[in-house]
């Protein structure tokens, strides 16, 4: 009796022990910088969001893939009419959300109009403003019909802006957020970590992951001290200054790639003296891209002139608009009334390559009068003063949303810039189709971006990613916010 219970017992811990290790090569421990301040894309402005929950507990009609096309996601085809006015989708079949409840086109229609109510809070709200209607056809069937055509429609539909969201539990996405996804919430533990698990009755091709924590990590000592020591398996943007670490470590892989990040100066410019165009071309002279990318970045930052991703075709180098010449600077700043200079505020976010930018514009900008006050902002704090309230002078920040030019259309974006031709011309741009012609009404609201030096365009934030050499899967560009989940793995 003891004899066959004792065998029972090391049998079953066997099976234990193999069974952890089981769990052990399905799961990922993933550190990330920043905590986002909620966990619902659709109502909230933050990378951080989407760096957790996009594509992997939430889904939209298309997806973006890692190469930054347009893939079929809950729709699963389209028909477009020829006007381009009408798209008539056809839903995956057999899909719930993870509290069970099925999706169907009436959730289509739901998740639209909420983002498009006058209570919305979506930061993108401006890019589904040509959405005149959406009609539920059946329940696998809808159309939504535009009220112009739209150039971008397909990729705005797979943003994290427009994933769909349910009826039922649609006000509690931010605190326990329910999608269609591959990976399920399970819990938040604030200021330490965000756990999802694989869903069992997800629709699609099943990931080799069972399970995914998100470890919230904002110091590069303690980052590098935890993937040293196998405490998380990777990071998807590493603070390049401490890249040497682990390149040439064959425990792990370097990955360095592209994002949609533009960093910029960010400049209120509905605020004195930023209203003066000649106080904005005059700071634009005193910025130093190259000793900001080496500074800030370590080299790894590509210089920008306007508010365009360098990848992109649409692209056209302004770095020399306004060169640096400090000279230049202190003329333009004298003609404006400044002889002497200003003092302003200079609100950090607490992400490195915005803080170490910070102290090198300052020093700069000191050169010309321009007397910078350093302030450190926490994320929510800077969330709600400088992005929701418009409480600020200067701050800098990376601008992550791909093909995001069109903000500068926007008189309420809060660094405030109210320019009738850049608004006629974006209007032109989301209604045209033609490539060629997108591509020539692109390059000429960078130009006068540029030239009205609105921000000060600094560099393009390169994807720094740090994993354990054992994974495979991870995008090593960022052509959208996110950390996607599906296609990681582990091999041996």
Known sequence: MRATKSLALAMAGLLLATGLACAQSTEIRIGVALEPPALDPTAGAAEAIDVVVYQNIFEGLTRIDQTGAVQPGLATAWTITEDGLSYRFTLA???????????????????????????SVNAQKALYQSIAAVTVIDPQTVEITLSRPDGLFLFNLGRGDAVIV??????????????????????????????LEQYGPYWGEKPALTK??????????????????????????FAPEALAVFEGNPQFKVLVGSTEGETILATNNARAPFDTLAVRQAMAHAINRHDIIEGATYGYGVPIGSHFAPHHPYYVDLTETYPFDLDAAKTLLAGAGYPEGFSATLKLPPVAYARLSGQ????????????????NMEWAQWLEDVFANKD??????????????????????????????????NETLNATTDE????????????????????GYLFELAQTGVWNAKLEGMWQNAPIEGVVLHDIHWVE
């Open 166 to 195: 349910a009826p039922e539990s649609a006000d509690n996405n931010a605190n326990e957020p329910i999608g269609t996804g591959p990976f399920a919430f399970v819990q938040w533990d604030r200021g330490s970590r965000v756990i």
């Open 212 to 237: 995914a924590s998100y470890v919230f990590i904002s110091d590069t000592a303690t980052m590098t001290n935890a993937l040293l020591a196998g405490d998380i398996d990777g990071t998807n943007n």
């Open 360 to 375: 090198i514009i300052a020093s700069e900008f000191a050169k010309i009068g321009v007397r910078l006050e350093l302030i």
């Open 392 to 425: 600020f002078d200067l701050t800098i920040i990376s601008h992550v949303e791909p093909f995001d030019i069109g903000i500068y259309a926007n008189p309420d974006y809060y660094f405030g810039y109210d320019n009738p031709e850049v608004q006629a011309l």
């Open 93 to 119: 079949q057999g899909v719930t959300f993870h509290d069970g409840t099925s999706f169907d086109a009436e959730d289509v229609k739901f998740t639209f109009e909420r983002l498009l109510a006058d209570d």
């Open 436 to 455: 060629a012609q997108r591509k020539v009404l692109a390059q000429q609201i960078q130009i006068i971006i540029a030239k009205d030096a609105v921000n």
